[in-house]
């Protein structure tokens, strides 16, 4: 037996299990898996063919002592996958929603904080918890045990080391790893998976070679990499990271 109020909104085809809560003001989209224990909270707003395991809390208020109780959302993209215990917070006035993106997988007792965005096939082994607005670009491999403070942006396609602690930000394409948590190269593996030719390994390899191994500052480092390497997209996003970093990016333990 689960409870469904009447004010909710359910799709086409949903299945829920037994003992499953889903409150007013919650939206659900077609072909999805609820499994039973789950509780869906207002301000739920969940896509299409999303699978929710046992346990799993989505869109409880923020853990934040200045939420007011103001109306915010709980976003879980299409074709996403959360799994045991998954805790998901609504936003706050900061931002006003939280979002997991599409295709993702969130393994067992994670936790999203509120107003974190999570973008597209981002898979988070067990137990990571992010602490409120952190930014996870697509693509990105997150090691379980990993702890992310409030603010970071790990960017698209890394892999971060299970049990890191994270207080600084990662830039795109990277492997991160020790303690404390540095550069340790480029996620290579990662990136033929993705579909990434052997030249724009090249290119990134040798952005991240002057970033990261040329004994300069991160300002100069930056500086040469305009002067000496041809313009492309992916140096256009690595210095935008960098230079719109404002924990500062991680440092190289090479």
């Known amino acids: 037996m689960y409870h469904v109020d009447p ?3 359910i799709g086409n085809n949903v299945k829920i299990g037994n003992f499953t809560n889903i ?3 919650v939206e659900i989209g077609d072909n999805c898996e609820i499994s039973g224990n789950v509780t869906i909270f207002p301000g739920a707003r969940i896509g299409n063919g999303v699978k929710i395991f046992p346990g799993a809390v989505i869109s409880g208020i923020p853990q934040d002592l200045k939420f007011r109780g103001e109306k915010t959302v709980a976003i879980i993209g299409d074709g996403t996958t959360l799994r045991e215990c998954v805790t998901v917070n609504r936003g706050t006035a900061s931002k006003g929603k939280t979002v997991v993106g599409e295709n993702c997988l969130i393994m067992a007792y994670n936790h999203v904080a509120h107003d974190c965005v999570i973008g597209n096939r981002v898979i988070m082994s067990n137990a990571c918890q992010l602490a409120g607005e952190v930014i996870v670009d697509d693509c990105a491999v997150i090691g379980g045990g990993s702890l992310i403070h409030q603010f970071c942006h790990l960017g698209r396609n890394i892999m971060l080391q299970g049990g890191a602690l994270v207080n600084k930000d990662i830039p795109p394409y990277v492997k991160a790893a020790r303690e404390p948590i540095s550069f340790v190269g480029l996620n290579t593996i990662g990136l033929h998976r993705n579909g990434f030719s052997a030249e724009d390994i090249q290119i990134i390899s040798e952005i991240y070679r002057v970033l990261y191994l040329s004994d300069l500052n991160v300002t100069n480092a930056v500086k040469l990499i305009r002067e000496t390497l041809p313009e492309t997209k992916y140096r ?11 924990r500062g990016i991680i440092r190289s333990a090479i």
């Not at 256009?236 to 404002?246: D, L, Q, T, Y």
């Open 7 to 9: 004010d909710a909104r």
């Open 23 to 25: 409150y007013d003001d």
């Open 236 to 246: 256009e996003e690595i210095i935008g990271f960098v230079e719109n970093s404002n």
